[in-house]
């Protein structure tokens, strides 16, 4: 008789043997209740189980590794040794490995990092040591390097040493070369130095400092341009890093643009209060900047002699600021023109020229000086020389015509120096000239002087010229020889033929006679007595030459 409970047993076979039996399945339920006619389900398979995986220590890593770094695959051994170190992160061995693979594929900080974990986990190994030192040469740390050396013992050879000390030799030399303002030197040091870094290893930022202020000191608009172009890299970088915007700020002062240094130099104190470079050229900047204001100011009230100490005191301020300073020697030519002080504006201008070759508006300055002095040839070669520079300059190219007919009247008599006045005097001015001279240099007074009356002669051809508006204004813009002015002055007899008068070419006798007598009471004698009106007499030794009796 069969157990009701036992749904899952299954007849014996027919042929009379015993099968083992599969365990019934259940049928599917619901709520807890099989659901009557549903048939039973078979569970999936299990999947099979995966092989285990061969077991790879660190040391075979290495060995892979180092087989891709014989074979110059450097990056793929730092790989292999990355996977050995996660097995054995401690492990000096894989750093020391990866320390040489990141070196020869640049990788030169990777390569010190290494180096210094691997020295840690094991002291004072040469060969850990000296690699480190060669990748602290390479990365421009030479004083880091030689110190690395120095524990190394053995000692390392000389040899070894060797590039660490030379590179530090030449950064050593540079700086030498600043104090000693010799920029060029400065630079080739700094050259020799970086031969000796890493190929993808940018000069560490002291030397890139030290080569801006090489430039700065040959101060010259490129080395300038130089000397810009390594502080903008640098404030790229770190915009609040004070030794750039200090060179910076030198860079603009050295261009004379005091404003926008100042404000570079009060950056760098905000982010360094105790930076003294940006203290100390930050009260340069303003005390010069102040003397020079001061100094334009009194230039524009006219008070030139103010303006000319105003500008000699803001000269003293810093002897070696070349862009301010060739701009206050400037200013200070032209505040000697308008004191006509032509010697002291032309040795302004000189001075200005030493500091700034290039500078124009000095050129231009010197040349009109020159001019005022007298020298007008060389005024006129300074103008053509300034031209050449700045051929599309018409202002420039107007002095130069100006210059040059200057220079034609140069080559005439000045009458303006022979009666001892200025080019702008007016007419009363001329005349009381005039008189003066003429008493100075009558030949009745100076008997013993045979140029006596050749002299007395130019004053009366002075005369007659500047105290005529139209012959004056010919003679000061010649458009024909000075002799075409005179009505055929070729008679070296004397004053022969000058508008049918006596050797004073026009003047009318009578007011010679009563400007030099006063009217008639004392005086030269004109013939007659002492103090007398006198009358005519014969031309004698004394006598005027060409006819004007006196």
């Excluded at 170190?85 to 401690?90: A, S, T, V, Y």
């Excluded at 007074?445 to 010919?474: C, H, M, V, W």
């Amino acid at each position: 008789m069969s157990d009701p409970m036992d749904i899952d047993k299954q007849p014996a076979t027919s042929n009379g043997t015993d099968k083992k039996q599969s365990r019934p399945t259940s049928p599917p339920t619901t709520n807890g209740v099989n659901l009557p006619g549903s048939k039973p389900t078979t569970p999936p398979p299990a999947a099979p189980a995966a092989p285990a995986a061969p077991t790879i220590d660190g040391e075979q890593y290495k060995q892979i590794g180092n087989k891709f770094y014989k074979q110059r695959e450097y990056l793929k051994a730092v790989e292999q040794y990355t996977k050995a170190l996660e097995l054995e992160p401690k492990n000096p061995t894989y750093l020391s490995n990866r320390s040489a693979a990141n070196l020869n594929a640049n990788k030169y900080d990777a390569a010190l990092s290494d180096c210094i974990e691997a020295d840690r986990y094991l002291p004072n190994q040469a060969k850990t040591l000296l690699r480190m030192g060669k990748i602290q040469t390479a990365l421009g740390r030479p004083d880091d390097a030689l110190l690395t050396y120095s524990r190394i013992s053995p000692p390392a050879s000389a040899k070894d040493k060797a590039p660490a000390l030379q590179m530090a030799q030449h950064i050593k030399s540079a700086e030498k070369s600043l104090d000693m303002g010799n920029g060029s030197m400065a630079l080739h040091a700094l050259e020799r130095a970086e031969e000796g870094l890493g190929s993808t290893v940018e000069p560490p930022k002291r030397w890139r400092i030290l080569r801006g202020e090489a430039n700065l000191k040959l101060n010259n608009p490129n080395s300038l341009g130089e000397a810009q172009n390594v502080a903008m890299s640098l404030l790229r970088q770190n915009a609040q890093d004070p030794d750039a915007l200090v060179l910076r700020g030198r860079i603009l002062y050295a261009q004379g643009d005091n404003a926008k240094a100042q404000a570079h130099f009060a950056e760098a104190l905000r982010c360094d209060p105790d930076m003294r470079m940006a203290r100390d050229y930050l009260k340069k900047a303003r005390e010069l900047e102040k003397r020079k204001e001061q100094g334009n100011e009194a230039f524009k009230r006219a008070d030139y002699k103010i303006a000319r100490e105003l500008y000699t005191q803001a000269l003293a301020v810093d002897p070696d600021n070349k862009g301010t300073n060739a701009k206050l020697y400037q200013n200070r030519a032209i505040t000697n023109t308008k004191l006509k002080a032509w010697a002291e504006s032309i040795a302004d201008c000189d001075e200005a020229l030493k500091l700034d070759p290039s500078y124009t508006k000095a050129r231009k300055t010197r040349a009109k000086a020159l001019g005022e002095s007298g020298n007008w040839e060389e005024a006129v070669r300074e103008y053509k020389a300034v031209l050449e520079s700045n051929p599309e300059d018409t202002a420039l190219r107007k002095e130069l015509r100006n210059a040059e007919v200057e220079l034609k009247k140069s080559k005439r008599k000045d009458y303006y120096k022979i009666l001892g006045v200025d080019k702008n005097a007016g007419e009363a001015d001329i005349k009381k000239a005039y008189r003066k001279m003429a008493i100075i240099h009558h030949p009745d007074k100076n008997p013993d002087n045979p140029e006596a009356a050749e002299r007395f002669k130019d004053i009366g051809e002075a005369y007659e010229t500047l105290s005529d508006s139209q012959k004056r204004a010919a003679y000061d813009n010649p458009v024909m020889e000075p002799e075409d002015m005179f009505g055929g002055m070729h008679d070296h007899s004397g004053f022969q033929g000058m508008n049918g008068m006596g050797g004073m070419g026009g003047i009318d006798p009578s007011v010679l006679f009563n400007m030099m007598n006063g009217g008639g009471g004392g005086g030269f004698s004109f013939g007659g007595a002492p103090g007398g009106g006198g009358g005519r007499r014969r031309a004698g030794p004394q006598d005027f030459p060409g006819g004007f009796p006196f």
